[in-house]
């Protein structure tokens, strides 16, 4: 079996929690934005854009699939302030579907139409989208984790642990103190 990796850190630079909420603020405007961009013409069906797939919908349907996906953001960022798995679960299993579903969707949308120009820069919109998606979960999978398998009662962990793990001991002479530093096998 595969082991899937867990991360210590979002972006290599914020705290792993910070991260994820900050991801889910970032979808929910992302969300609103392109809810606000569905033209409200009723003369053609508008081009809507979910997860990097351009699709011809109604418009009814591009509003409730992004109003969806806002409030599964909002579960994420709840989630992610209160310390609650459940709801990060709740997002991981949404998006996890999600993404697959629209995964299914672009194979059988590239395999019924000729490849032209447009199809290659759609393509790479998609596989760009499922990369981040893809990050994304393995970020959320990694808090859910951390939240559950937590140390102390209550919740607090040593961020400096996640930059390296040292021994620290002391070594007394009778003239000098002296310390010796050894990294700890993981």
Known sequence: MIDIPSCGRCCFCLPLRRGV?????I?????AL???VISPDDHHRPLITFYGTIQEY??????????????MSLI???????????CLKIFFYYTSSTLLAVFVMQIVEMS????????????AMFIFSAFIHIYILL????????????TSSDGYENQMQQIGTTDLKFKSNT????VDIETLPE
């Open 76 to 86: 994420l960022v709840f989630g992610g302030h209160m310390k609650r798995p459940l």
């Open 139 to 150: 970020q959320v999978r990694s808090l859910i984790k951390k939240l559950e398998f937590a």
């Open 34 to 36: 392109m809810i606000a």
């Open 112 to 123: 019924t139409t000729d490849m032209l120009f447009m199809e290659y820069i759609e393509f």
């Open 175 to 178: 003239e000098s103190l002296s």
């Open 27 to 31: 979808n929910i405007v992302w969300s």
């Open 58 to 71: 109604s418009r009814t349907l591009g509003i409730v699939c992004r109003a969806i996906d806002i409030l």
């Open 21 to 25: 909420i900050t991801f889910g603020y």
